[in-house]
């Protein structure tokens, strides 16, 4: 079953046990469950497809947390990611697996972000970002797409918090 990006794009924020992850998640091949530093990822490599989700903030005194594990980041991987069959269905953007980084760039415009990397091996992102969504688009090192993956943008008020506590973390060290 070919699962739509708005679909699986719809699931980022919710519990991995609410009834539409579940749907999705059924009608995908075999899973594969790993944890790694409190982020689980559902692994549905013969679908081209993981989802890594994290337990929900604590709640707040008095109060009970319900549903467990948030999903986060969803990733879209091509035949050439190692294990991963590919992603079948229409890639954000119109965008395909293969295309260049310049490709990429004359179909969505300018990236807000550039990153490039050399471990475990060479790649480099391009990172778009709406309202909601923050895209990441991955490539080789041959400039080929290989990788999108996808998660809700934080809000002003969410990177308000996330940037007092890196500076208040740091003060402390």
């Given at each position: 079953?070919?699962?739509?990006f708005l679909?699986?794009?719809?699931l980022?924020?919710?519990?991995?046990?609410?009834?539409?992850?579940?749907?999705?998640?059924?009608?995908?091949?075999?899973?594969?469950?790993?944890?790694?530093?409190?982020?689980?990822?559902?692994?549905?490599?013969?679908?081209?497809?993981?989802?890594?989700?994290?337990?929900?903030?604590?709640?707040?005194?008095?109060?009970?947390?319900?549903?467990?594990?948030?999903?986060?980041?969803i990733?879209?991987?091509?035949?050439?990611?190692?294990?991963?069959?590919?992603?079948?269905?229409?890639?954000?953007?119109?965008?395909?697996?293969g295309?260049?980084k310049?490709?990429?760039?004359e179909?969505?415009?300018?990236?807000?972000n550039?990153?490039?990397?050399?471990?475990?091996?060479?790649?480099?992102?391009?990172?778009?970002?709406?309202?909601?969504?923050?895209l990441?688009?991955?490539?080789?090192?041959?400039d080929?797409?290989?990788?999108?993956?996808?998660?809700?943008?934080?809000?002003?008020?969410?990177?308000?918090?996330?940037?007092?506590?890196f500076?208040?973390?740091?003060?402390?060290?």
């Amino acid at each position: 079953m070919v699962v739509d990006f708005l679909t699986l794009t719809s699931l980022l924020g919710r519990s991995l046990v609410d009834k539409n992850a579940q749907e999705v998640f059924s009608g995908l091949g075999r899973c594969i469950n790993f944890e790694d530093l409190g982020t689980l990822f559902k692994e549905f490599r013969d679908d081209g497809i993981y989802f890594e989700a994290q337990e929900k903030p604590k709640a707040k005194r008095g109060r009970r947390r319900r549903g467990g594990r948030l999903i986060r980041t969803i990733c879209l991987f091509s035949k050439d990611y190692p294990g991963y069959s590919e992603y079948s269905g229409t890639l954000p953007g119109s965008v395909k697996f293969g295309e260049s980084k310049n490709s990429v760039i004359e179909k969505l415009g300018n990236p807000f972000n550039v990153t490039s990397r050399k471990l475990p091996k060479p790649c480099t992102l391009l990172a778009y970002r709406d309202t909601n969504l923050t895209l990441n688009y991955e490539f080789d090192d041959s400039d080929c797409l290989f990788s999108v993956s996808a998660f809700k943008t934080p809000s002003e008020q969410e990177l308000a918090k996330i940037r007092w506590k890196f500076r208040h973390t740091r003060a402390s060290l």
